[in-house]
């Protein structure tokens, strides 16, 4: 427990931009804390706007907040480094070609800290709590990471005696077969690969004016939207975003989708989010991607991040202003590509599993920000 709480007080005292443990910390209007100089510079990029915003949250500020030093949060700093629990450089947490990876973590995987015999795979700290929290996993049987799963399994058996295969190995076998034999059987009814496959699945979205916050004016058939500095006339409605500048798709998506976003000034953000997110408030549990309910590509100036559960992972890929989504909501995969033309590259791609039917969403960063749902051939 002490090694968990060590580990829960360097992340509130670390820097989102930098990832390292904040130096000059500052808390902005909002709550949240950065290093001086990176919200300083974060906000440099902003000031031909004159809004400025929180990195996290998204929440914007005119005029620009006045920084001022945290001087609790700076002890707090000083006294984790005077016992020696500096937080490792973020390049730490993440698996090299020689580290066991998590199994579950998508994008820039994290390294295991323990894998399971049952399970036959290898999971990170956040990842590894199921087996420590629930009644399912308490009876697995966890060892340090190993790459060799299966054949650490069959050495385990062939000591016990062939005649006598331990329980834990067998149902340990028969998941990883299992995938085995679902990913053969996926090879016959592939994922999309060309634009053309892609356009067999488009579908004709457009956006629910109940659900749309009020300083987004909708327009062209519902299909686009653009950031006013008014408010609209919208009538008060309890699936209405109230503080986000947000709005879902009146289409429900299950089965096989795709649909492109195209963002005619400046990138904003893409998701899918269930119906039971939060509309009310600024909370991570009303952010697209900040929450276990929605799923967020983050489309920067040339850059992107996925968001999922509040955890942000770095994305590579060509900038455009346009990004296609697929979502086949059976097979639980998630994909968004970055499009020019008939050339689509892939960007993110999730594997999970989806409990609900899903929604098409948008996130818009700043004033007079404009996104269209395009009408796909």
């Given at each position: 427990?002490a090694?968990?709480?060590?580990q829960?007080?360097?992340?509130?005292?670390?820097?989102?931009?930098?990832?390292?443990?904040?130096?000059d910390?500052?808390?902005?209007?909002?709550?949240?804390?950065?290093?001086?100089?990176?919200?300083?510079?974060?906000?440099?990029?902003?000031d031909?706007?004159?809004i400025?915003?929180?990195?996290q949250?998204?929440e914007t500020?005119?005029p620009?907040?006045?920084?001022?030093?945290?001087?609790?949060?700076?002890?707090?700093?000083?006294e984790?480094k005077?016992?020696?629990?500096?937080?490792?450089?973020?390049d730490h947490?993440?698996?090299?070609p020689?580290?066991?990876?998590c199994?579950?973590c998508t994008g820039?995987?994290?390294?295991a800290?323990?894998?399971?015999?049952?399970c036959v795979?290898?999971f990170?700290?956040?990842?590894?709590?199921?087996h420590?929290?629930?009644?399912?996993?308490?009876?697995?049987?966890?060892v340090?990471p190993s790459?060799?799963?299966?054949?650490?399994?069959?050495?385990?058996?062939?000591?016990e005696?062939?005649?006598?295969?331990?329980?834990?190995?067998?149902v340990?076998?028969?998941?990883?077969?299992?995938?085995?034999?679902?990913?053969i059987?996926?090879?016959?009814t592939?994922?999309?690969?060309?634009?053309?496959?892609f356009?067999k699945?488009s579908?004709?979205i457009?956006?629910d004016?109940?659900?749309?916050n009020?300083?987004l004016?909708?327009?062209?058939?519902?299909?686009?939207a653009?950031?006013?500095?008014e408010?609209?006339?919208?009538?008060?409605?309890?699936?209405?975003f109230?503080?986000?500048?947000?709005v879902l798709?009146?289409?429900?998506?299950t089965?096989r989708?795709?649909?492109?976003?195209?963002?005619?000034?400046r990138?904003?953000?893409?998701?899918?989010?269930?119906?039971?997110i939060?509309r009310a408030?600024?909370s991570?549990?009303c952010?697209?991607?900040?929450?276990?309910?929605?799923?967020a590509?983050?489309?920067?100036n040339?850059?992107?991040?996925?968001?999922?559960?509040?955890v942000?992972?770095p994305?590579?890929g060509?900038?455009?202003s346009?990004?296609?989504?697929?979502?086949?909501?059976g097979a639980?995969?998630?994909?968004?590509?970055s499009?020019?033309?008939?050339?689509?590259?892939l960007?993110h791609?999730?594997?999970t599993t989806?409990?609900?039917?899903?929604h098409a969403?948008?996130?818009f960063?700043?004033y007079?920000?404009t996104?269209?749902?395009?009408?796909?051939?």
């Amino acid at each position: 427990m002490a090694q968990r709480s060590i580990q829960l007080d360097q992340e509130r005292i670390s820097c989102s931009i930098c990832l390292d443990l904040l130096q000059d910390p500052v808390t902005i209007p909002c709550g949240h804390s950065y290093c001086m100089n990176c919200v300083k510079a974060h906000w440099d990029k902003e000031d031909r706007e004159c809004i400025y915003s929180c990195p996290q949250c998204r929440e914007t500020f005119t005029p620009r907040p006045v920084l001022v030093k945290s001087t609790m949060l700076a002890d707090l700093v000083e006294e984790l480094k005077k016992t020696g629990l500096q937080a490792a450089p973020a390049d730490h947490c993440y698996a090299g070609p020689e580290d066991v990876a998590c199994d579950v973590c998508t994008g820039r995987r994290l390294k295991a800290i323990k894998s399971c015999l049952v399970c036959v795979a290898s999971f990170c700290e956040k990842h590894l709590q199921p087996h420590y929290e629930s009644e399912t996993f308490k009876k697995h049987k966890l060892v340090e990471p190993s790459k060799g799963l299966e054949e650490n399994i069959c050495s385990l058996d062939t000591r016990e005696g062939r005649e006598t295969v331990s329980a834990s190995a067998e149902v340990a076998v028969k998941p990883r077969k299992l995938k085995i034999q679902q990913h053969i059987q996926g090879r016959e009814t592939q994922e999309p690969e060309t634009k053309a496959e892609f356009l067999k699945y488009s579908r004709e979205i457009t956006l629910d004016p109940n659900t749309v916050n009020k300083y987004l004016l909708l327009y062209g058939g519902e299909r686009k939207a653009t950031v006013t500095i008014e408010q609209q006339p919208y009538a008060s409605h309890p699936d209405r975003f109230t503080d986000l500048w947000q709005v879902l798709s009146r289409e429900t998506l299950t089965g096989r989708c795709y649909w492109e976003v195209d963002w005619r000034r400046r990138p904003g953000n893409v998701a899918v989010a269930y119906e039971t997110i939060s509309r009310a408030g600024r909370s991570s549990e009303c952010v697209f991607g900040g929450n276990d309910k929605s799923w967020a590509l983050y489309c920067g100036n040339m850059s992107y991040t996925f968001l999922h559960n509040n955890v942000q992972t770095p994305v590579s890929g060509p900038w455009s202003s346009r990004v296609g989504v697929y979502l086949d909501h059976g097979a639980g995969v998630l994909s968004f590509y970055s499009v020019s033309g008939d050339t689509m590259t892939l960007l993110h791609r999730v594997q999970t599993t989806f409990t609900q039917p899903l929604h098409a969403g948008l996130w818009f960063n700043y004033y007079k920000d404009t996104a269209e749902l395009c009408q796909l051939k």
